[in-house]
């Protein structure tokens, strides 16, 4: 059984459109994450969930909204998308805050944006 | 800020040769260092997690070490095999739990 799962694995869309990418994992975790790989490859963190609450909000456009309607699930809604968006959104999830707190990782969103 | 370099950027080894894949972080007051390695067009998966108050890990050929002081961990990878070829990701750990990532090294193990 997969333990992260996204969907869709790739989302190809027009400048403008609102799309949004599912995560779901089945490790049990309390905490979620969003990261986005840019095309450079660079990774960087984009928000946290603790059980359903918002912990981490980095410097992201609020164009950008994540939900989370249980602790299994942490969605990414993304309005008028824009060109600078195209990269790969990775979603991870971990057992709970702390120092023993290895990251699991989804197998990425590629999201093209024409 | 937390910065997360690695060096090098690009490596390529003939297979059964050891070798050493380095990590330098600017912040030391990390919760954990968690190495990765990414395949092409895939997600990452997790190779080894050490603690802030460990100085190394064992996974099977792979070592990985801290040096919390001098921010610094290398990843160690005994006889290395074609298929160990991959993106290898150092990140560490902050006090939010949120993961700094470095660039990355490209390792090729030729056959």
């Known amino acids: 059984d997969t333990a992260v799962s996204q969907t869709p694995k790739y989302l190809v869309t027009q400048m403008g459109n609102d799309k949004s990418i599912k995560c779901e994992q089945n490790?049990?975790?309390?905490?979620m994450y969003w990261y986005k790989q840019d095309s450079k490859k660079f990774l960087k963190i984009m928000f946290s969930?603790?059980?359903?609450?918002?912990?981490i909000n980095e410097t992201v456009p609020n164009r950008f909204s994540p939900k989370s309607p249980d602790k299994a699930h942490l969605n990414l809604h993304i309005n008028s998308l824009e060109l600078g968006d195209s990269a790969v959104y990775f979603c991870a999830s971990s057992p709970k805050r702390g120092t023993y707190n290895e990251q699991f990782f989804g197998p990425g969103t590629r999201l093209t944006v024409l | 800020k937390q910065e997360v370099t690695q060096i090098p950027a690009a490596l390529s080894v003939p297979e059964g040769e050891n070798l050493v894949l380095n990590c330098s972080f600017t912040d030391s007051a990390i919760y954990n260092l968690q190495w990765f390695r990414q395949d092409p067009g895939k997600g990452l998966t997790s190779l080894l997690l050490i603690q802030s108050s460990q100085r190394e890990q064992t996974s099977g050929r792979l070592n990985a070490s801290l040096d919390k002081s001098s921010g610094r961990s290398t990843l160690y990878i005994a006889a290395s095999q074609p298929g160990d070829s991959a993106t290898y990701l150092c990140?560490?750990?902050?006090?939010?739990?949120?993961?700094?990532f470095g660039t990355g090294t490209r390792l090729t193990v030729i056959p």
């Open positions: 490790l049990g975790h309390d905490t």
């Open positions: 990140a560490v750990s902050g006090g939010a739990n949120n993961l700094f």
């Open positions: 969930y603790n059980n359903k609450e918002l912990i």
